[in-house]
């Protein structure tokens, strides 16, 4: 399989969002959502935005408090931490002030129930001006809603969709190294259209042209292994 990233319509839109929270006006609150099924790539896209714009970006852990998160961020902005959740959070205004950058959350969901947490992604966000991005789960927007004060610093909310058969097809042809029939691309985007699945469908097919010897891969090659693969719900 190619070692490439695949820009699908949720990566362009995603660059989108990024681009609005960078360029905009004066007074426009600067925090984002980005939130959806699994599967879709969301933490890939992060990860790949981030490391190619210098982004400071942590993940949420479960049962994570208010000291953990800016430890993990003091770390990321490159300092070691302080002691105090005060001195944690001094560190990371003047860092952060020292050099602009984007903070990504990723798994958002973990901080939802935290009111202590989520109010301090509040404040950085106001003491700092920088964008800050939190990326979660479905029913992320649900659990964000609840903190008024939190929420109504969003200016830009971006739901990942599944794939399109315009998606999937890209995934394959820039992923692939083996051919896959127009006919077994249709199949696969009625039966697999998730990310995780479509990546699972290329190895096989590569693995079935080496094992075999065949030049291209069609439907009846992949009918049996994407049966199997609805079955165990992609996973």
Known sequence: MKKKFVKTKNVKNFITVLNNLQNRPEGVPGMALIYGEPGLGKTKTTIWWAVNNGAVMV??????????????????????????????????????????????????????????????????????????????????????IRHKHLFDRISEILRFETFDFNDVKTLITELSEVKITDEAIEFIY????????????????????QANGLKQIDVK?????IVELRKSGGK
């Open 59 to 144: 993940s949420a852990k479960h049962s994570m408090t208010t000291r953990w998160l800016l430890e993990e961020l003091v770390y990321e902005l490159g300092e070691t931490p302080l002691y105090k959740t005060s001195e944690l959070f001094q560190q990371a205004v003047r860092q952060i002030l020292n050099c602009p950058r984007v903070i990504i959350v990723d798994e958002i969901d973990y901080l939802a129930v935290d009111k202590m947490a989520i109010e301090t992604l509040r404040d950085l966000h106001d003491r700092t001006g920088v964008p800050i991005v939190m990326v979660g789960m479905s029913m992320a927007d649900k659990k964000l």
């Open 221 to 225: 090659d992949l009918q049996h292994y």
């Open 190 to 209: 009625k039966n697999a259209n998730r990310f995780r699945q479509i990546v699972k469908l290329i190895n096989k097919a590569e693995n079935l042209a």
